[in-house]
């Protein structure tokens, strides 16, 4: 080469060397982190998906296929797996149903970037064509949905029946979706529009029985016997107290211990400490009180042999040992005030129900209040289960379902299951991409793709060749059936609706949103910074 005189090599000026290699590393990683967790749960997605057995640490195993309780139990390192951990668990305290297909949706959405990002499409354009992707997307979906009445009470069975059929007591769903219906319509305030608190519902597993025998109570369970012995285990026309304090003898401070030397004094004591019993327990019989509440005591015994001893014979039912945190929700049933002090503990004070009465329920016995005057807004069910394993499903189970329903009340409209919404979506946003330009019109594409992830799993789940039903689901939607889903019952795609798969527009919303929320923020990560602790 010939240098020419009035040629001047020139400096590059202010370039510092720029690696551009390890943002792309670190967004691969992520990626490749956050779709190994999805991948992991992708097979328990659908009535047809399988359980996950989850052994902790302690040597406790729980089988589930609920996506927030494999995942919450998963020992999970990369921080971009954990986003996807946090993900379903936002899905669970939003709508409490789809745990699982908000991951899958998730793992897909990822897939999708990853293409995009070898094509040369800059992070920020993909993030951003995204977030109008899920706008569209939410747009299809609520024009797909049809509204429904809380009075319709079908309606609302028919969508916990199909929440229940991908769960492990799937063929017990005719019996557990009037059950859900019924607990979440009898707490659901009237004048508060879509306002529904699950903690008013108290769910409580009895072992014994079969799932069968779960029960729906409109009033109040305690999962302890009464204390007494010969005390009376029915009591009608009850008037029930509920008392803060101890009936027991005063302890001295933590750190002082009385010594008594001779039987003069000890016989004084006892004198003294059953002088003390007897006087609150009169005053118990002068109130009329004949089933009496204890909460826990942290301290001393709440409740004393002799002072049991003494409302046996004044025919008291005592249920000792209420848990501190159940104590709202026995006031809130009720309708009462905790007593704190013997001088309060007046007629006045007390609560009336019809009937309280002790029950046997497979090894254990429990106490039960029905009639209760001026109830609050609450209601018990006791799960019934053959074995802890059986019974722990089928409590997560009835959670879903209940969640399902509190959806339809918060947002009161229903869409079609089995993958129907899905491919409606992503035919929409195929033929949306066509009057894009530019980087958007490749980015609503890989979204579009993205969305067929629930139906060829639903389809690879059940047995069926996913691509041939994805092909067929796909022809059906473009011919304007847009119901057309798969019945995984059948093998076969049917209008879903007919076949009563519905859910809530609620649920499907949410997983969108917060599905591709996350890979955004996934997108947007450059590099991993450890801190010095």
Excluded: W
């Excluded at 589930?64 to 797996?81: C, E, F, R, Y």
């Excluded at 008392?243 to 004198?271: E, G, N």
Aim: proline fraction near 3%; aromatic fraction near 2%.
């Amino acid at each position: 080469m010939v240098v020419k005189p009035n040629m001047v090599a020139k400096k590059p000026q202010g370039q510092a060397y720029k690696d551009k290699s390890k943002p792309a590393d670190i967004r691969l990683s992520n990626i490749n982190a956050a779709k190994a967790v999805s991948d992991a749960i992708r097979t328990s997605l659908g009535p047809r998906g399988m359980d996950k057995m989850i052994q902790s640490s302690n040597g406790e195993v729980t089988i589930t296929n609920d996506g927030a309780t494999i995942l919450k139990q998963m020992n999970v390192i990369h921080p971009a797996a954990k986003m996807l951990v946090e993900l379903s668990r936002a899905q669970d305290v939003e709508a409490g149903d789809g745990t699982t297909s908000v991951v899958v949706v998730a793992g897909a959405l990822l897939e999708a970037v990853e293409k995009l990002l070898q094509m040369g499409i800059h992070p920020t354009a993909i993030s951003e064509a995204f977030q109008r992707c899920s706008a569209k997307a939410v747009d299809i979906l609520t024009e797909m949905s049809r509204p429904i009445e809380l009075s319709d009470r079908e309606s609302l069975i028919k969508s916990a029946s199909t929440s229940l059929n991908s769960k492990v007591v799937s063929q017990h769903s005719s019996m557990l979706a009037p059950i859900a219906v019924d607990a979440v319509l009898k707490v659901t305030e009237p004048n508060a529009q879509g306002s529904v608190d699950l903690k008013n519902i108290k769910i409580i597993r009895s072992l014994g029985g079969t799932i069968e025998d779960t029960e729906l109570i409109d009033g109040l369970v305690f999962t302890q016997r009464s204390s007494g012995v010969n005390g009376p285990k029915r009591v009608e026309k009850a008037k029930i107290g509920l008392i803060q304090f101890c009936i027991s003898a005063p302890k001295t401070d933590m750190d002082h211990s009385v010594i008594v030397s001779d039987y003069a004094a000890m016989d004084r004591v006892l004198k003294e400490e059953r002088a003390y019993i007897l006087n609150i327990v009169k005053q118990i019989k002068k109130s009329g009180c004949n089933v009496l509440l204890v909460q826990k005591s942290i301290l001393r015994d709440a409740i004393s042999d002799l002072a049991l001893h003494f409302l046996d014979k004044i025919k008291v039912m005592v249920v000792k040992d209420i848990e501190r945190e159940d104590i709202e929700f026995v006031c809130k049933t009720l309708k009462c005030r905790p007593i704190a002090s013997l001088d309060h503990f007046v007629a006045e004070s007390l609560v009336n129900a019809d009937l309280v009465e002790e029950v046997a329920s497979g090894t254990t016995k429990f106490v039960k209040v029905t009639g209760i005057q001026n109830m609050g807004q609450t209601v018990s069910i006791v799960v019934r289960g053959s074995n802890k394993l059986v019974l722990e499903e089928a409590d997560r189970s009835l959670h879903d379902a209940l969640c399902v329903v509190r959806c339809l009340v918060k947002k009161r409209a229903l869409i079609a299951g089995g993958g129907a919404p899905e491919i409606e979506m992503a035919l929409q946003l195929a033929a949306y991409s066509q009057t894009q330009e530019g980087v958007d019109a490749y980015c609503f594409r890989g979204f579009a793709n993205a969305m067929e992830v629930i139906p060829s799993t639903l389809a690879e789940n059940a047995g069926l060749n996913p691509i041939a039903t994805v092909t067929e689901l796909r022809n059906r939607h473009a011919q304007g059936e847009k119901n057309a889903g798969i019945n995984v019952r059948k093998g076969a795609i049917t209008d879903i609706l007919a076949e009563n798969v519905v859910q809530p527009l609620l649920v499907s919303i949410s997983a969108i949103t917060l599905a591709s929320e996350t890979v955004r923020s996934i997108l947007k990560i450059d590099d991993i910074i450890n801190t010095m602790q």
